[in-house]
């Protein structure tokens, strides 16, 4: 088992997605929301924060491919799961564990652009600024995070690790 050192706690988190969940609330008030939800990484972090929602909210999936067991991102993303409702006319908000070089949510959000949705945003638990390839706004970011590979809530490393209650930096990747 490799040692991981906590880099933000599950009270730090819990504190941040209720704030969060705050100002979500304020800026779609007497609206409805669409949470997509990007698989895997987002599940716990779309629960927490859809909890803490107050108008109506529905939740949709979706996967893409971007690191293997790897730590390099590829540039184009693949779909490997598709939304199951359409878009179009919702206010969708992509929810991510982390945005990293930006790749992924380039292409995402100009994908779902071409759905019509009537607004899409994008809320993010995690933002390391440092690698950032390419230039994406990014609504709402719970933590922004040094670059280091991080593993936990949600993330993995090799598919190992999403169980863990609090975001912490694997100490010894092998
Ligand atoms: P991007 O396309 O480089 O922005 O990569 C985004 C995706 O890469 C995220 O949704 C994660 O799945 C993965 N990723 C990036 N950095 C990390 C990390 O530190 N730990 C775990 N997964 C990461
Ligand atoms: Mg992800």
Not at 104 to 119: D, F, G, I, M, V
């Amino acid at each position: 088992m490799a040692d991981i050192r906590v880099l933000l706690s599950e009270e730090q988190i819990d504190k941040r997605v209720r704030e969060v969940a705050v100002l979500i609330n304020k800026d779609y008030a007497g609206k409805s929301v669409h949470l997509i939800c990007v698989l895997k990484g987002s599940i716990f972090f779309t629960c927490e924060l859809a909890k803490r929602l107050d108008m109506p909210v529905t939740i949709d999936f979706m996967q893409v491919s971007s690191y293997g067991s790897d730590t390099v991102s590829s540039g184009v993303i693949n779909i490997k799961k598709e939304l199951d409702e359409s878009i179009e006319g919702k206010n969708a908000i992509i929810i991510e564990d982390i945005i990293d070089s930006g790749n992924t949510l380039y292409y995402l959000r100009e994908l779902l652009l071409k759905r019509n949705p009537e607004s899409l945003k994008i809320c993010t638990l995690l933002d390391k600024p440092d690698r950032r390839v390419k230039d994406v706004k990014v609504d709402y970011v719970c933590f922004e995070i040094p670059d280091e590979f991080v593993v936990g809530y949600g993330l993995d490393y090799d598919q190992k690790y999403r169980n863990l209650s609090y975001v912490g930096v694997v100490e010894n990747l092998d």
